[in-house]
């Protein structure tokens, strides 16, 4: 009969075993956890599978945006001022300091700590608020339309596919936020947590290069 | 080999109860809701099949008004949209689909688990794909069929050479097809990396499942840059932005990079699946393991990343930097090694096997034939001066038919043949098939060689009619001859699969005695795939795993509970209960269509059918209550989940 | 290869020092590609025969390793004959090469050529003349969609692209009448956008030239002044040119001589009375989707609108 047990306390993983009456051995895996954090959950990789498709859309658009660049004389074109420096880096803050919040629930998650939880996804959905309206004037301050010419259109279109994801992470968050007030909860509830966490990082960080785009790019290149 | 007195193991498990968890609820609303990857797969499969003969009509049509110079069967604009429509349907309602259907069918049998994961979100899929189905048909039946072409170039497709809504139909069904593309992509790759039964490491995964691990890595990677063009010309079509506006600041060439840089990918995305194929039967019906498992598992990997610098081999003839032109010139000469290498490792296993010629290997044959000729020319096409003579002539239809029909197609039919016994529990006729393959491999010759001829001689893509003194009538009349011949041979192919699933012979567990883990249960699986989940010794663990090989005991059988496993070595990590039959993925599929639609006619439709869209997410999301599944209702005092960082952790259930 | 001299245009009958090149390229290409056709399906044939005899993993190893070995090196050789290739034909070079700007339009030619001296650019559409043996290099574009220039017995083709203007070389080395067709797809008449490269000698190219550049002739007899009047008192002058006279559309093709044209609507139809007066009347009905609209005139005015036509050498 062979076994196999972990180092840790009483905790067992899986047990193969030959069991008497027959040839056969068994692996049982009755005493598994129904359920893990991190890369161990199958969410994960599968918000992973996410930020993946959503990283690349948004590198071949900050492509889109250089290879224009290479085929205008202007950039932007003339009479037209770069974006307004002030709401970009505003939210630019407010996107890097939602990672306090973010990053203190993720750790409530981790410790199955339902109140901490609640109260850190709720001050995250206050800073997701805060970030999607500073995006308005974001908008309000590009210094050009949409319509006006290509430079124009991909600038709205990296602020734009930017501001789905914002808008998404808040409404989702919202969502999940809602789910630690009213319930059901239970444990993998909290996993669900962490992993939105997650997601939440990559909308905050992929703001890095494409405010570098948006507002340096005309500026110092 | 496996030992036909091998001792099956006691029935620990009790099937009936097994049955009553992993069944769907019986008639309509178990059709609607069903989250089993099997019928998911197989209503894929059949939706798929249909365009596919849908696409040969079109193409048929093409082939008719050809036949004969100056004919006036069809006029230009119907013309177009007949080439347009063709293309487009059987790049994306056909070619993609199929192959990511037998993935959804085949990888979770193949890794010995009992469903794929995420599957809601497999399910969803579906319906999108079902959606852009009707968004590309539909309007072709309403005279608004796309006419620009399948790779819509601009400015062509603008708004002001073509202001009808026929670009806008073509843009918003990229969408469709994109997003139901990338749903199964990240659950194929996630079941691979997590779902895979103990003892299945890395170097013991069958080769079809590798194929399809990479053929959904590159559609991670490939599809957003489709995304991103279709948005960008629909925005330039219905919003007035100018990305392809040359007056306005935009670029003509913009759409081809950022098409190509999908397009290319796309061919190997189609392509990769047939490779795995290929290997998979070479493997089972020469009776040993495949020759040089690393050398093809690198050959697939490594034709995944070549594959993604090849894209402006398509732009040659747009008088680019001669730098650049080499630099992809010797790329796209560079991804025939690997293929080669897979071609050698074939042979090689063939050579030391003990071959079974059998229908499904009959058309592995073909695909040897007409995929190498394909290969060949496409040698000839990365070759700058040469590609700029025949570059956008019927050299390049010959080409890409001898590799997408003979890369995919012949090695499609061949896995219809070698599946089918698996997935309806009978036999296919082997005379019927023969039949079949030889009527469609010689119309297949007859239709396209002669094409690479009319191509050196000066006949252009995508021309609706020809002069009648430019040579090209004789080779456009045998064609229309080997479309008769390939129409024959799919008819052949209807009535045996119509008369096997009435009448055929019951197929046994497995009939070719073949290796991977699908064969190791019934035909067709039940709805819980194995009775027992087996652990795997070997990469073919039915000719490798010793007769004492440990099955997997313990999970439950009162609620869909799954194995999830390490992504390096498949060691047993933790237990996943597994999603009920659903109602959401429909009624999400439903938003998300009314959202693509409705875009098409005005902006605000992104506003409004966000609301349902949201709603139905979050209906999708909300769990269930615990009651008497539950792990651990609140309030909760401490956590037990582990942790990445810890081993795995045991509790009671 | 004779063969190919049965066909209207051939890649396989070269006519120019580029299109051999590449034709010498093809069939290099072509017997390497059936050699190796033959030697794999070869090679299958005999594993499928081979039947399970003891072949150690050594050997097959050392048979799939030769076999890549041998891959990489074929394809390394068509690599060097490629870039050789292209190096070849990028430039006939020369200061005696003749300039033409050409310039792509739904669905007809726009040919310009260049001259030091403004006053001598020659304008005309949907033919080419060019000096056998001299060098020609084309600056293309387009005025819309993206079309493509394609002589298949002269030169590969390139791509006309709106916002963009490339130069590609081409030569004729014997005096015929080649053909080119447009092969990017750029709408409904895709199929009928093609145009006469004529290659000729020296004297005969530059005499054509200079009968181009003088502007079109007085009518003489009182049916052609009436065909005048007609062609500038109606809609044609919203597109067409006819220089030395009022007429100064550049939407269409310049008709300033276009009775001397070998055909019609871009290479579409024969440049006969009956074949012209069907397409002043009723385009749509010859090329339907083509930018011209139809002109309804009675028989008179269209007799006297040929008549006046057909003096335009």
């Given at each position: ?221 | ?64 008004q050809?036949?004969?110079p100056e004919n006036t069967l069809f006029g230009p604009d119907f013309y177009n ?66 006419d ?8 062509l497709?603008?708004?002001?050479y ?298 252009p893509?995508r021309v609706y009619t020809y002069p009648p003194?430019a ?183 | ?103 792509g339009h739904q669905f007809w030619w726009e ?14 559409a949907n033919e ?16 819309d969609v993206?079309h ?31 053909r080119?067709q447009c092969?990017?797809f750029c709408g409904r008449q895709h199929a009928h956008m093609a145009m006469e ?38 809609q044609c002058?919203?597109c067409h ?10 939407v269409g093709p310049?008709l300033?001589?276009v009775?001397?044209r070998g055909t019609l609507a871009a290479g579409t139809l024969p440049n006969t009375?009956g074949h012209l007066a069907g397409w002043v009347v009723n385009p749509q009905a010859l090329k339907p989707g083509s930018q011209m609209p139809d002109n ?18």
């Amino acid at each position: 009969m062979t076994s196999r047990q972990s180092a840790v306390g009483s905790r067992q993983s899986a047990v193969v075993s030959r069991q008497s009456q027959s040839s056969v051995r068994t692996l049982d895996v009755s005493m598994l956890a129904p359920g893990g954090f991190g890369h161990r959950s199958l969410m994960w990789w599968g918000t992973l599978g996410l930020v993946l498709i959503e990283g690349t859309m948004f590198a071949l658009a900050i492509g889109a945006y250089f290879y224009l660049r290479s085929r205008n004389t202007y950039w932007p074109p003339q009479n037209i001022a770069p974006p307004d420096l002030t709401w970009g880096t505003l939210n630019l803050l407010v996107l890097l300091a939602s990672a306090v919040p973010n990053e203190l629930a993720k750790k409530a998650a981790e410790h199955v700590d339902l109140r901490a939880v609640r109260v850190w996804l709720v001050v995250c959905l206050v800073f997701g608020l805060a970030f999607n309206l500073v995006r308005v004037f974001e908008f309000l301050h590009l210094n050009v339309t949409f319509s006006n010419d290509a430079y124009g259109s991909i600038v709205w279109l990296l602020l734009g596919l930017h501001t789905v994801h914002i808008a998404t992470d808040v409404a989702d968050t919202g969502v999940l936020t809602a789910l630690m007030f009213i319930g059901p909860v239970e444990e993998k509830r909290f996993v669900d947590v962490q992993e939105n966490a997650v997601y939440w990082y990559f909308v905050v960080f992929t703001w890095l290069p494409i405010y570098g785009v948006i507002y340096w790019a005309p500026r110092i290149i | 080999m496996r030992d036909p007195d091998h001792e099956l193991p006691p029935v620990r498990e009790d099937p009936e109860q097994l049955e009553q968890t992993w069944a769907d609820p019986p008639g309509l609303v178990g059709w609607i809701t069903t989250v089993d990857h099997k019928r998911i797969a197989t209503r894929y499969l059949v939706t798929a099949f249909a365009m596919f003969l849908l696409g040969g009509v079109l193409a048929s049509l093409m082939r008719l008004q050809l036949s004969r110079p100056e004919n006036t069967l069809f006029g230009p604009d119907f013309y177009n949209q007949l080439f347009t429509t063709h293309g487009t349907n059987m790049m994306f309602l056909f070619a993609v689909p199929v192959t990511q259907a037998l993935g959804i069918y085949l990888v979770p049998l193949m890794v010995g688990s009992r469903n794929i994961a995420f599957p809601r979100m497999v399910a969803y899929s579906y319906w999108l794909y079902l959606g852009g189905c009707l968004m590309l048909w539909i309007p072709f039946l309403l005279n608004t069929g796309p006419d620009m072409g399948w790779f819509s170039y601009t400015p062509l497709a603008e708004l002001l050479y073509t202001p009808t809504k026929r670009a806008d139909v073509w843009a918003q069904m990229i969408t469709f097809t994109e997003v139901a593309g990338l749903a199964v992509a990240v659950a194929i790759v996630v079941t691979v990396l997590k779902l895979r039964a103990p003892g299945m490491s890395l170097n013991r995964i069958p080769i079809f499942v590798w194929g399809m691990v990479v053929q959904s890595f590159m559609i991670i990677f490939a599809m957003p840059a489709v995304m991103l063009a279709s948005t960008c010309l629909i925005l330039d079509r219905l919003a007035n932005t100018h990305f392809f506006d040359v007056d306005r600041g935009g670029d003509a060439l913009l759409w081809q990079h950022l098409f190509w840089f999908f397009g290319h990918p796309e061919v190997y995305i189609i392509f990769i699946p047939g490779t795995a194929m290929v290997s998979t039967i070479v493997t089972t019906f020469s009776r040993r393991h495949i020759f040089g498992y690393l050398a093809v598992v690198m050959s697939l990997v490594s034709t995944g990343f070549i594959g993604f610098g090849l894209w402006v081999h398509h732009m040659f003839a747009t008088g680019l930097p001669k730098l650049g032109e080499s630099f992809f010139t010797a790329a796209s000469m560079v991804v025939a090694i690997p293929t080669g290498i897979q071609f050698f490792c074939w042979i090689a296993t063939l050579w030391s096997g003990r071959v079974k010629i059998s229908t499904p290997f009959v058309w592995i044959l073909g695909f040897f034939w007409v995929f190498l000729i394909g290969g060949l020319t496409g040698v000839m096409l990365a070759s700058v001066p040469l590609d700029l003579q025949v570059h956008d002539t019927y050299f390049v239809v010959a080409h890409l038919h001898y590799v997408l029909i003979g890369g995919t197609v012949f090695p499609l039919f061949g896995s219809f043949y070698y599946w089918w016994p698996k997935f309806t529990g009978r036999m296919m006729n082997a005379a019927l098939g023969v039949a079949s393959f030889l009527c469609f491999f010689v119309g297949f010759n007859l239709t396209f060689f002669p094409m690479h001829l009319l191509g050196l001689h000066g006949m252009p893509r995508r021309v609706y009619t020809y002069p009648p003194d430019a040579g090209w009538t004789t080779m456009n009349g045998l064609e229309l001859v080997g479309v008769a011949f390939m129409t024959l041979g799919v008819i052949l192919f209807i009535v045996d699969a119509w008369s096997s699933l009435r009448a055929g012979v019951a197929a046994s567990d497995d009939p070719w005695q073949a290796g991977t883990l699908e064969w190791a249960t019934s035909s067709p699986p039940p709805a819980y795939n194995f009775l027992h989940p087996l652990t795997v010794a070997g990469r073919e663990p039915l000719w490798d795993n010793p007769p004492d090989q440990p099955i997997v005991v313990g999970l439950r059988s009162d609620v869909r509970d799954v194995l999830v496993t390490h992504v390096m070595d498949a060691e047993p990590d933790h237990r996943v209960e597994f999603p009920e039959p659903t109602k959401w993925p429909l009624l999400t599929a439903l938003s998300t269509s009314a959202l693509f639609v409705g875009s098409i006619f005005t902006a605000w439709a992104v506003v409004y059918c966000a609301v349902p869209l949201f709603v139905s997410m979050t209906g999708w999301f909300w769990p269930k209550h615990p009651g008497e599944t539950g792990t651990q209702a609140w309030p909760i005092a401490h956590r037990t989940l582990p942790m990445p960082s810890e081993p795995p952790s045991g509790r009671a259930a | 290869m004779t063969v190919a001299a049965a066909f209207l245009q051939s890649a396989l009958d070269p006519a120019g020092p580029q299109a051999a090149h590449i034709a010498r390229l093809w069939w290099l290409l072509f017997w390497i590609s059936a050699g190796v056709f033959v030697l794999v399906l070869a090679f299958l044939a005999a594993a499928l025969r081979h039947r399970g005899a003891q072949t150690s993993e050594r050997r097959l190893t050392f048979g799939v390793s030769l076999a890549t070995t041998v891959t990489v090196v074929v394809l390394f050789i068509i690599l060097g004959v490629t870039m050789w290739t292209e190096r070849v034909n990028a430039t006939l070079g020369a200061s005696s090469a003749v300039t033409i700007e050409l310039t792509g339009h739904q669905f007809w030619w726009e040919v310009q050529y260049d001259a030091a001296n403004p006053s001598d650019r020659v304008t005309t559409a949907n033919e080419m003349h060019i000096p056998v043996g001299r060098p020609v290099v084309l600056k293309v574009t387009s005025r819309d969609v993206i079309h493509s220039f394609w002589a298949p017995n002269l030169q590969g083709k390139r791509d006309l692209i709106p916002g963009y203007t490339t130069a590609i070389w081409l030569q004729a080395d014997r005096p015929q009448t080649f053909r080119a067709q447009c092969a990017e797809f750029c709408g409904r008449q895709h199929a009928h956008m093609a145009m006469e490269v004529v290659a000729e000698p020296e004297a005969q190219y530059e005499q054509w030239l200079a009968a181009r550049k003088a502007p079109a002739r007085e009518p003489t007899d009182a049916g052609a002044m009436r065909g005048r009047e007609v062609f500038l008192t109606r809609q044609c002058v919203l597109c067409h040119r006819i220089r030395g006279t009022l007429a100064a559309g550049l939407v269409g093709p310049d008709l300033t001589h276009v009775a001397s044209r070998g055909t019609l609507a871009a290479g579409t139809l024969p440049n006969t009375t009956g074949h012209l007066a069907g397409w002043v009347v009723n385009p749509q009905a010859l090329k339907p989707g083509s930018q011209m609209p139809d002109n309804e005139m009675t028989s008179e005015e269209l007799q006297s609108l040929l008549a006046y036509l057909e003096t335009l050498k």
